[in-house]
């Protein structure tokens, strides 16, 4: 490194220009394309493509937060559909509670709890009226649970496919769960039909571009955090956890906390990015939980390359854009397309579509010297 580059900051060097470029079209360009030139003009973004972006970047912060633990420390969730969707029911029960009298039975309480002769809110509605407290209820809620759910798991050196397992059946559980009526989170219809976010309609182009590029920052954000975990101390016991657990025991590291904070933080980047998707797409339900979503997760992140975090974000962007022309074009087949695609990143791409760029060695990008242990 040449004694000129060592003397920039770091989020000032070259190879983040990029970071803060997609960060100007996120946050200014996309939503002037948007609201100021006109629906004639070629250059005119519809709002069909920003709400359809505006998920595939909190899909895309889901993949970070898989790569963080997958990537880096060798932990491989089959199940971070679950915090993903907890964030999302957190954020829907305060958007239920902004509907007020506007509902179809024009009483206090939601509309399914009034179909269900429910005479007052359940207690964890509590403070669903509150968008301070739901900010943090969407972080704590996922994060509580992965601590102590993490804290079991890897206290009994529960690893590998085993873990995958558990986490798998841990998200259908609470699927189950969301799907009985007596749970208070809408059955299988879950929540929709939402009116307003902090008093301000949610149905307009300028709140759609407002959740657009907040989920926009938020991804950036997102990666600004990980790259720096990843370079620190903390990132490279990380990967020594990843490719030599026993070993790093042996040098005197207990590697529980250092698991179960990369675990638990992993958890609540899922649960902002469900908080973030659920007004944008109207509608949040028991089927965020199911394992198929968060087996998807983990094919972002394969697609595009474990170990980078780069990868995940490309891999999310073009799994999610695949699908939305195949489920137009060719529904019937979308499935097999996805499947053909993860078998051929498993047998000949194992650095995923960024290790198509061949332009860096592995170590540049975080990737291992070493295959990844699942």
Not at 92 to 103: A, E, S, W
Request: with cysteine; glycine share 10%; hydrophobic share 50%.
């Amino acid at each position: 490194m040449t004694p000129s580059r060592r003397r920039l900051p770091l989020l000032l060097q070259p190879q983040w220009l990029g970071v803060w470029a997609g960060l100007l079209v996120v946050a200014v360009l996309v939503p002037v394309l948007n609201l100021a030139v006109p629906p004639e003009h070629f250059l005119h973004v519809s709002d069909y493509t920003v709400s359809l972006v505006g998920k595939i970047l909190c899909y895309a912060i889901c993949a970070l937060a898989m790569d963080l633990i997958w990537g880096y420390a060798g932990i491989l969730s089959l199940g971070h559909g679950l915090f993903f969707a907890l964030g999302g029911y957190v954020m829907g029960m305060y958007l239920m509670r902004q509907i007020g009298r506007d509902g179809h039975y024009g009483a206090d309480l939601p509309d399914f709890m009034v179909f269900l002769d429910w005479k007052e809110l359940p207690w964890h509605w509590a403070l669903s009226d509150s968008f301070v407290a739901t900010v943090l209820l969407v972080m704590l809620v996922p994060g509580l649970l992965a601590l102590v759910f993490g804290y079991f798991a890897f206290r009994s050196r529960i690893q590998g496919v085993y873990f995958s397992i558990i986490t798998q059946a841990l998200t259908f559980a609470a699927m189950l769960l969301f799907f009985r009526n007596e749970t208070g989170f809408g059955g299988n219809n879950g929540f929709t039909d939402f009116k307003r976010i902090l008093g301000y309609p949610i149905a307009t182009g300028e709140m759609r571009v407002t959740l657009f590029a907040l989920s926009g920052v938020t991804l950036v954000l997102a990666y600004v955090a990980c790259r720096w975990l990843v370079a620190s101390k903390f990132g490279r016991l990380l990967q020594a956890v990843r490719d030599a657990e026993s070993r790093l025991m042996f040098c005197g590291y207990d590697p529980l906390p250092y698991k179960l904070a990369v675990w638990t933080f992993s958890a609540v980047l899922c649960g902002i990015a469900g908080a973030l998707y659920v007004p944008q797409v109207g509608i949040i339900n028991p089927s965020e939980m199911s394992p198929a979503n968060s087996i998807e997760i983990a094919v972002w992140t394969a697609v595009g390359g474990r170990g980078t975090l780069i990868g995940p974000i490309v891999g999310a962007f073009a799994v999610n854009g695949a699908k939305s022309w195949f489920t137009v074009a060719m529904p019937e087949y979308w499935l097999y397309a996805l499947g053909a695609l993860f078998i051929a990143v498993t047998l000949w791409m194992p650095r995923g579509l960024v290790g198509l760029l061949g332009r860096r060695k592995p170590d540049s990008l975080g990737a291992s010297k070493q295959e990844h242990r699942t």
